[in-house]
Nanobody, 120 residues
């Protein structure tokens, strides 16, 4: 059973960079055939895919967030990391990490989500 757990600061100030870590257990982030994604849900809105890192390390980003988003990984710790820069209150959301099937937007496992609030 694959499990994902998000961690990071719950409150950040505008213009700062928020860094979130997804710790994966029960499976390796380098396993062929999967990608590892960050998805968020602002209050009262739907899910928004932010970006993914593939099993080989390739990254893919939402065009609307590409200039502010970076996803990396540490294979020795089996974690992948989201960095979102120049945050504004509009980035307030619940942030989820998830494992999906390569080449699809079909997700098999999700973390429980972590609230990030951007406020001065």
């Amino acid at each position: 059973q694959v499990q994902l757990q998000e961690s990071g600061p719950g409150l950040v100030k505008p213009s700062q960079t928020v860094s979130l870590t997804c710790t994966v257990s029960g499976g390796s982030i380098t396993t062929n055939g999967y990608h590892w994604s960050w998805i968020r849900q602002p209050p009262g809105k739907g899910l928004e895919w932010m970006g993914s890192i593939g099993y080989s390390g390739g990254t893919y980003y939402s065009p609307s967030l590409k200039s502010r988003t970076s996803i990396s990984r540490d294979t020795s710790k089996n974690v992948f990391i989201l960095q979102l820069s120049s945050v504004t209150p509009e980035d307030t959301a619940v942030y989820y990490c998830a494992r999906g099937y390569a080449g699809t937007y079909e997700y098999e496992y999700w973390g429980q989500g972590t609230q990030v609030t951007v406020s001065s």
